[in-house]
């Protein structure tokens, strides 16, 4: 069965940094895509970020994270990082993991598995 846990949220000022780990278990396919999205109360879960898992390990991510936000993976430890710097109020949300990707990487239909969460909170 697949398996998502995420870790590394927390509260931090305008212009901090955090990051966030998502250990994946049981998939069985190694090279599918890993994403980090977000949510915000009242607002859809966007995509924030992708890495495919195969050996040349593509990355995507959203225009608004571009050159602040890093996603990496330690496929030793089946873990995939979302590196997150020169943070803003405006990216403030619950952060989750996916995998099982059938579709545009930030779609969030196109996954199939999800972590529970963790929470990212900037104040200014």
């Known amino acids: 069965q697949v398996r998502l846990v995420e870790s590394g949220g927390g509260s931090v000022q305008a212009g901090g940094s955090l990051r966030l780990s998502c250990s994946v278990s049981g998939h069985p396919y190694t090279n599918d895509y890993v994403a980090w999205f977000r949510q915000a109360p009242g607002k859809e879960r966007e995509g924030v970020a992708a890495i495919g898992r195969g050996d040349d390990g593509v990355t995507n991510y959203a225009d608004s994270v571009k050159g602040r936000f890093t996603i990496s993976q330690d496929n030793a430890k089946n873990t995939v990082y979302l590196q997150m710097n020169s943070l803003k109020p405006d990216d403030t949300a619950m952060y989750y993991c996916?995998?099982?990707?059938?579709?545009?990487?930030?779609?969030?239909?196109?996954?199939?598995?999800w972590g529970q969460g963790t929470q990212v909170t900037v104040s200014s």
């Open positions: 996916a995998t099982w990707c059938e579709g545009a990487w930030y779609s969030a239909a196109a996954y199939a598995y």
